[in-house]
T-cell receptor, first 115, second 112 residues
Framework: NAGVTQTPKFQVLKTGQSMTLQCAQDMNHEYMSWYRQDPGMGLRLIHYSVGAGITDQGEVPNGYNVSRSTTEDFPLRLLSAAPSQTSVYFC??????????????FGPGTRLTVL | QKEVEQDPGPLSVPEGAIVSLNCTYSNSAFQYFMWYRQYSRKGPELLMYTYSSGNKEDGRFTAQVDKSSKYISLFIRDSQPSDSATYLCAMGKDSSASKIIFGSGTRLSIRP
């Protein structure tokens, strides 16, 4: 099993450009999530999904869109990149949630710089 | 005020020392607590979780929760250079929650 994979590993964008961060998991997990990690801020939840076709907002959803058409994939779209979106982005998945007994497995991260 | 506060460090200790990492929280609705370890340029991985006040031990690691003080700790005994990483606490409001809140992480370095 590859676990949780993310592409690309690194990306540089100009302000106003759009892009999609890819996330895939091969563990048949129902729950998937996107976090951003900034210095001094820890991990903050952007969006999450509890199953194919179901998504919801986390703490910091503005400027990001998600969709979940299959169990395996959960792409994160930046609509119009801003320097404030410079961050490291992590995708995670778990069996059925973020609670006890549902260990979240994290991908290796995507380092995004917006100029 | 953040819901979860964690000293960012860095914390540097000699090999073999006992390490104490701590988080405080403000929301009494938090019911379960986790510790994640994150090596440099990697994703976090779950180390331990607890669902009540008291201690939970796993090898060299002990997690402690004091709900009355809204304070949680992770102790590492006989620390090793391989324990050098960032440690993040996380907590949730119920066992089936879809969201958990992370602390900002403490960077730990174990000197050989």
């Amino acid at each position: 099993n590859a676990g949780v994979t993310q592409t690309p590993k690194f990306q540089v964008l100009k302000t106003g450009q759009s892009m999609t961060l890819q996330c895939a998991q091969d563990m048949n997990h129902e729950y998937m999530s996107w976090y951003r990690q900034d210095p001094g801020m820890g991990l903050r939840l952007i969006h999450y999904s509890v199953g194919a076709g179901i998504t919801d907002q986390g703490e910091v959803p503005n400027g990001y869109n998600v969709s979940r058409s299959t169990t395996e994939d959960f792409p994160l779209r930046l609509l119009s990149a801003a320097p404030s979106q410079t961050s490291v982005y992590f995708c995670a998945s778990s069996r059925s949630g973020a609670g006890v007994g549902n260990e979240q497995f994290f991908g290796p991260g995507t380092r995004l710089t917006v100029l | 005020q953040k819901e979860v506060e964690q000293d960012p460090g860095p914390l540097s200790v000699p090999e073999g020392a006992i390490v104490s990492l701590n988080c405080t929280y403000s929301n009494s609705a938090f019911q379960y607590f986790m510790w994640y370890r994150q090596y440099s340029r990697k994703g976090p991985e779950l180390l331990m979780y607890t669902y009540s006040s008291g201690n939970k031990e796993d090898g060299r690691f002990t997690a402690q929760v004091d709900k009355s003080s809204k304070y949680i700790s992770l102790f590492i005994r006989d620390s090793q250079p391989s324990d050098s990483a960032t440690y993040l606490c996380a907590m949730g409001k119920d066992s089936s929650a879809s969201k958990i809140i992370f602390g900002s992480g403490t960077r730990l370095s174990i000197r050989p």
